[in-house]
């Protein structure tokens, strides 16, 4: 049994290492490059438009006010995408990418993110473009269907579509149960030992798994069905309340270190810029820093936390109430914007300002690991005697982003799971997810979150082909919206690629031209 599992523990970290560094952050970088290009630089030239489109109309009845129908509003959308992309990655994943690429990894990881905004644009853009009504009157949209609909349209490549979209499909569910359900909720169970120490409950029950690890596997299952079976709307619901409180807390929390050690603000900014193209030999050791690394480790963490190019988060986008696919794509903008720009820049600044790494050795504080890292420097000012508040609330705050990752996340591989089986066949997707909660939080292996983020790439190789191939789409959707809306040509909308459903959403903009 032993030589199985070291078997696929070998094959999978071959795998792995191709599509996530030899394949992965070329092709996802290339695409969100030549997107970038193709419209014209559109998350510069045009950012006013977009920040005023989607944080500047948040308050808009028509953007957060709650559908009657079986839709979710916009901000709600939004709400449920950032649900499961900021996650353990925006806190632990940022530690590790400075810890071993070096303060420069933050650097590239706003260069992933810059071109990633575009990346999630154009999935967003095709996800609404190429959407449809289930039986339930719901819509379904997501990297299946412009696969399908879209590139499965051109000159001998209809079969290509769809088993590209299949193929999609059945990863984005292992991926679902995988980084999206257990590695979550092993995670949240690790936090949650380890900031709240309660020794009665640290029996081992069986194997390693103990008493407290059952416990609140048992909790976070309970909490999870009540939710999850509850359906989209419940989610979103849920996603609107939790994610705006936890990043503005986070945020906050991150401010006030930072500010605290102003002094160490420009340093940091100079050890980020400095050695993101020239790694100091001393940093992580006699062999040091090769810029190779540090731009690995920034592409590599920055994509795991924004997830843009993935095609994850359109499955979720692509329910809105929005009736012009840019508008949807503007929040796929925003959404890098606020998962990278703003929650793991925090991260970085956190950690490169509070003193528990060494800007010019790379050595941690004693007891500090790239794990524990954000939790020490939370301490460093959240600290009540030999208390260590810091680390608590950090504890916390993963429980809150993991715990709404697994929920984004379920419905991502619901809508998979609907591609391939249907509408009503869901229910069964929603038990087996709800049950592997359980198996989360008794994992002690890294074998099944290694193989699930094997899936998690594999998902973005068929998304990107029907991106690249469908870019002369989103440009044709861009420079239609851009001169109906901005240059205020009279232009006849593009809004859905089935004539039926382009006839119903153009009334819509006819009885309200403010409509979205």
């Not at 998350?43 to 009657?68: C, E, P, R, Y």
């Not at 861009?478 to 859905?496: E, H």
Request: proline letters at 2%; hydrophobic letters at 50%.
């Amino acid at each position: 049994m032993d030589n199985f599992i070291q078997t696929v523990t070998d094959v999978n970290s071959v795998i792995n290492d191709f599509v996530w560094v030899k394949l992965g952050i070329a092709i996802l970088l290339g695409t969100g490059i030549l997107m970038t290009v193709l419209t014209k630089f559109f998350q510069v030239t045009h950012i006013g438009h977009w920040m005023k489109n989607t944080l500047g109309a948040i308050f808009k009845k028509d953007v957060s006010g709650h559908t009657k129908d079986k839709t979710i509003s916009q901000f709600q959308s939004l709400c449920t995408a950032l649900a499961a992309t900021v996650g353990v990655g925006n806190i632990a994943g940022v530690a590790t990418a400075i810890v071993v690429g070096g303060p420069g990894a933050v650097f590239w990881m706003w260069v992933a993110a810059f071109f990633g905004m575009m990346t999630n644009y154009s999935e967003n853009v095709l996800g609404i473009f190429y959407r449809r009504r289930n039986i339930n009157n719901e819509w379904s949209g997501g990297s299946m269907y412009f696969l399908q609909d879209g590139l499965g349209r051109y000159k001998g490549c209809k079969h290509i579509g769809k088993v590209l979209a299949v193929l999609f499909s059945i990863f984005a569910i292992l991926a679902s149960f995988g980084i999206g359900n257990m590695g979550q909720v092993n995670k949240i169970v690790a936090n949650i030992e380890s900031a709240f120490k309660i020794p009665a409950l640290d029996t081992v029950v069986f194997g390693e798994t103990t008493l407290y690890a059952v416990l609140i596997g048992v909790v976070l299952l309970i909490l999870a069905a009540v939710i999850i079976v509850g359906g989209l709307k419940r989610i979103a619901e849920v996603a609107e309340k939790i994610v705006p409180v936890m990043v503005v807390l986070y945020v906050l929390g991150s401010l006030i270190i930072i500010f605290t050690n102003i002094t160490e603000i420009i340093p940091a900014f100079g050890a980020i810029f400095k050695m993101a193209f020239a790694g100091e030999a001393v940093w992580g050791g006699a062999a040091g820093v090769l810029i190779s690394k540090a731009m690995t480790q920034g592409f590599k963490r920055g994509i795991f936390s924004n997830e843009a190019g993935l095609g994850s988060s359109v499955m979720v986008h692509s329910s809105s109430n929005v009736v012009e696919p840019v508008r949807q794509g503007m929040w796929g903008i925003f959404e890098v914007f606020a998962d990278t720009m703003v929650v793991c820049t925090m991260t970085a600044l956190t950690i490169l300002t509070s003193g528990v790494i060494n800007l010019r050795t790379g050595d941690l504080v004693a007891g500090a690991t790239d794990s524990t890292l954000v939790g020490t420097a939370f301490d460093t000012i959240f600290k009540v005697g030999n208390v260590n508040i810091g680390s608590m609330f950090i504890a916390v705050t993963v429980f809150l982003f993991a715990f709404t990752t697994v929920l984004g996340w379920s419905q991502y591989g619901t809508k998979a799971w609907e591609y391939l089986f249907g509408t009503k066949a869901t229910i069964v997707y929603k038990v087996i997810f709800t049950v592997m909660i359980m198996s989360g939080a008794l994992m002690t292996s890294s074998l099944a979150w290694d193989i699930s983020d094997t899936f998690n790439g594999l998902m973005m190789i068929p998304n990107l082909i029907g991106v690249a191939a469908l870019s002369p789409v989103v440009m044709l959707l861009t420079k239609n919206y851009i001169d109906r809306r901005i240059k205020g040509k009279d232009v006849k909308p593009m809004l859905n690629y089935d004539p039926r459903v382009q006839a119903e959403e153009e009334a819509k903009l006819k009885a309200d031209k403010d409509a979205l």
